[in-house]
């Protein structure tokens, strides 16, 4: 018999998530909002309380378990999806069927193609992730490829337009909110 899963305290989620709450409800009329490596769901579940439809993907199973077990309780319409997103075919989703897609602390630039093409017409990114100048005292991972070169995060999206991009090498993160034209 395995053991009881025990709940861990969730991260705040990020500000680029919070700030953009209005533009999240109103693109996720479109479509699904779909949190690529939801992780234990930070913004997964946030997005669920508010009311919006969410699929949370992630390939750690016992993050979902625990997504899943959350998202019961609260009656909320998380549907968890685990799946492996370093592997092709990359995404297990309709194209053109999410009206908002988060991505949160990970990178895997084979990706990024296939993000815009799950997003709806119209449809909402918000991508924020550690860069390579990163002194790796805030978390993150060690190895750069897995970091983002200066500037570079907008260039891998080159068919959505950005709406805002910020960057702090100090800091060692890169923040871009960009949609799909309609
Ligand atoms: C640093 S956590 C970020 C979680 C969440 N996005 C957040 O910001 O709180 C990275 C997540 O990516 C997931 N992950 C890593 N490689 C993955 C892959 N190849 N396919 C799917 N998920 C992956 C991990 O399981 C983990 O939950």
């Known amino acids: 018999m395995s053991a009881p899963i025990a709940s861990v305290p969730l991260a705040d989620p990020s500000s680029l ?7 999240i409800r109103t693109c996720a009329r479109l479509g699904p909002l779909t949190d ?4 234990r769901g930070r913004h997964a579940l946030r997005a669920a309380e508010w009311g919006l439809p969410v699929i949370g993907l992630d390939r750690n199973r016992e993050f979902l378990t625990e997504l899943g077990r959350q998202s019961e309780t609260g009656n909320r319409a998380l549907h968890c999806l685990r799946a492996d997103l370093e592997s092709a075919p990359c995404l297990p989703l309709a194209p053109a069927s999410c009206g908002v897609v988060l991505v949160f602390r990970f990178l895997f630039r084979a990706l990024a193609p296939h993000i815009e093409e799950l997003l709806a017409p119209g449809g ?8 390579r100048t990163q002194n790796g005292s805030s978390g993150g ?11 570079e995060l907008p260039s891998l999206f080159p068919g959505l337009e950005t709406l805002e991009y ?3 090498s100090h800091e060692g993160w890169a923040r871009l909110a960009a949609r799909k034209p309609g």
């Open 17 to 23: 998530f919070l700030a953009y709450e209005e533009e």
């Open 36 to 39: 690529l490596a939801c992780g």
């Open 124 to 131: 909402l990114l918000l991508y924020e992730t550690f860069l």
């Open 141 to 151: 991972p060690r190895n750069p490829a897995f970091r983002l070169a200066l500037g």
């Open 166 to 168: 910020q960057e702090s």
